[in-house]
């Protein structure tokens, strides 16, 4: 069992590095890929900081943890989409009858499905989280906490869009549904918790999880709080589980096809 | 020991049926309507070890939607698969391990990297210790004369080099059985003549039963000793390679140059292919006229040359496939 689990991470580093390979054949869209997306988000910033010169308080966040809530955002999305970039294509995949090749080797289909394609501008969002993190003020404990609530946010996302994706084992276009989850849950993760109340609330902390990804960071990195820590870990490993049931469960239902090209 | 057996698979496929036009397709999300195709029925067969096995049938008859149950990529709805005994259904890894696969018209193979660093890749999907990587990239380098294209970027490779390349990298592992879904789609004559013979020397040398789907008679003629014809989803014909050639149709082609014109016009077991003046072909069915006989009416005397040949096997097969529509 160990020796599956050792096997089948050597195997995933290796398709991610050559991945990356790939992506660094073109060395200047490479570059700038990563500068431009850093300078995008930059921008956001820009109107946060209006905003505070009119305002101390919005929606119970100042303007530290606005920063620390686009850190967090950023380092999310940036680790969910350099690493897993093709489980936001599940959807199509599982459509185009892509995972033949996955198929017929003796390794995780999940696994290597999402792990075969990597987005050089997430790198841009990662540094660019890091950053915030230094503005908001880093400690070792706070790089630490930042990280592991990366790793958790990051793993909630992607599993996320593959529970949703794994739909299209059952209705034929489920693609529409995850592009709309993803969206919201970006547009959502860099606006202060306080100013949603209600169903949306609930619906934050439930199937658009954007209170577990970034509001409980906010709160564990301003204030530490164990218990939040354990239930944002918890939730991973939950979502994990539940991502891989869904799409194995699904799997038998794969039609496959006859389209060319399995790896671009 | 059979190494791969089949009893009585079938698959099913629920196709969206859709009426025409912006209407139907209101229509039918309000109330949508579904067909099933059959796409495989019933079919039972069994591969024994070390055969070349040609698995041969129409566009649409069932072949890809039967390899792909028998290497774990679709699940079927009833029956059994057995594959050097392992079910795919329950143990699709432990059968991967087993079995290599080559789809003509898909890729596997990263393209940015070249052959080498490919068959690495490969190397480590399934587990092989690098040592033992290198051993076999250099024992295939060798047979499969690549040697000058091993460091060469796969996007830059010539389609039938790459296809070389996507078969070594399904023997890396030294599978027990190689499923090869038209491995010579979109060859030049002598580059498919080339992956031919190097089929037949795995074969040879190392054992390895194989799974072979093509459109190619050439394929089929010079590989396979066995045949077996699915159309419809059902399998037509299950026999030996002679039995297909000589017996299956009875039939002759004569071809032959006359000094005068001969009538066969109305002769029983006889039917005129080609009648132009002194050059004549004629089909003889040996089920209802020998061929001496045939000869014998062609008168000997008369006959200024004369090729007697087989029906060639691409008719024989479009013959089975077109018997079987109706």
């Not at chain 2, 089909?283 to 008168?299: C, F, G, M, Q, Y």
């Amino acid at each position: 069992m160990l020796m599956v689990v050792k096997n089948q991470i050597r195997i995933t580093i290796l398709s991610i590095k050559y991945a990356l390979m790939r992506e660094m054949l073109n060395k200047t869209t490479f570059i700038t890929n990563i500068v431009f997306m850093i300078l995008n988000n930059a921008s956001f910033l820009i109107q946060w900081i209006v905003l505070f010169s009119l305002k101390k308080n919005i929606g119970g966040y100042n303007i530290k943890q606005v920063i620390l809530l686009w850190g967090i955002a950023s380092l999310t999305y940036g680790l969910s989409h350099f690493f897993f970039k093709k489980a936001f294509d599940l959807s199509e995949t599982i459509n185009n009858g892509k995972l033949d090749v996955f198929l017929v080797q003796p390794k995780n289909v999940l696994i290597q499905a999402i792990t075969t394609d990597v987005e050089p501008s997430a790198i841009g969002d990662m540094i660019y989280g890091y950053i915030m993190l230094f503005i908001y003020g880093i400690s070792l404990k706070n790089f630490l906490l930042f990280t592991l609530f990366g790793i958790c946010g990051s793993l909630i996302i992607t599993s996320i869009t593959i529970i949703f994706s794994s739909l299209s084992f059952w209705f034929q276009k489920s693609d529409l549904i995850v592009d709309t989850v993803n969206r919201l849950m970006v547009n959502i993760a860099t606006y202060p918790d306080g100013i949603f109340k209600g169903l949306t609330k609930i619906l934050l902390y439930t199937i658009i999880p954007v209170g577990i990804v970034n509001y409980i960071p906010v709160k564990v990195l301003t204030e530490f709080n164990i218990y939040l820590t354990l239930i944002s870990i918890l939730v991973t490993i939950l979502l994990v589980l539940l991502s891989f049931l869904i799409f194995n469960k699904g799997l038998k239902r794969y039609s496959s096809s006859n389209l060319m090209i399995a790896r671009t | 020991m059979a190494i791969i057996e089949v009893n009585k698979l079938s698959k099913t496929f629920k196709v969206k049926l859709k009426e025409k036009g912006l209407k139907g397709s209101l229509k039918s999300i309000i109330k949508p309507k579904y067909k099933e195709i059959k796409a495989v029925k019933n079919i039972s067969f069994q591969v024994e070890k070390g055969e070349i096995i040609a698995f041969i049938g129409p566009n649409g008859a069932g072949k890809s939607t039967t390899i792909k149950m028998l290497t774990g990529i679709l699940y079927p709805d009833k029956g059994n698969i057995k594959v050097l005994d392992i079910d795919p259904r329950q143990e699709r890894k432990k059968l991967a391990y087993e079995i290599g696969t080559v789809f003509g018209q898909k890729e596997q193979l990263w393209t940015h990297l070249t052959p080498y660093d490919n068959f690495k890749f490969f190397g480590a999907i399934y587990d092989i210790p690098e040592s033992r990587v290198e051993k076999k990239i250099k024992e295939f380098t060798e047979l499969f004369e690549i040697e000058e294209f091993i460091n060469t970027p796969v996007r830059n490779l010539s389609l039938g080099q790459r296809i070389r390349c996507e078969i070594i990298a399904s023997l890396i592992h030294e599978p027990k059985v190689l499923f090869l879904d038209e491995p010579t789609i979109g060859l030049d004559p002598v580059v498919k003549e080339n992956i031919r013979t190097l089929i037949k020397r795995m074969n040879k040398e190392y054992k390895t039963t194989i799974f072979l789907t093509s459109h190619d008679v050439g394929d089929i003629e010079k590989l396979c000793k066995r045949v077996i014809i699915i159309n419809n989803g059902t399998v037509v014909l299950d026999d030996s390679m002679e039995n297909l050639k000589y017996h299956y149709l009875n039939k002759k082609i004569v071809e032959a140059k006359m000094k005068e014109k001969v009538n066969l016009d109305d002769e029983e077991g006889i039917t005129i292919l080609k009648d132009k003046g002194y050059n004549l072909k004629i089909e003889v069915d040996t089920k209802k006229r020998s061929i001496a006989d045939a000869i014998k009416l062609l008168n000997p005397d008369n006959i200024v040359d004369i090729n007697i040949s087989n029906i060639p096997l691409e008719d024989i097969i479009s013959n089975i496939y077109k018997k079987d529509r109706k």
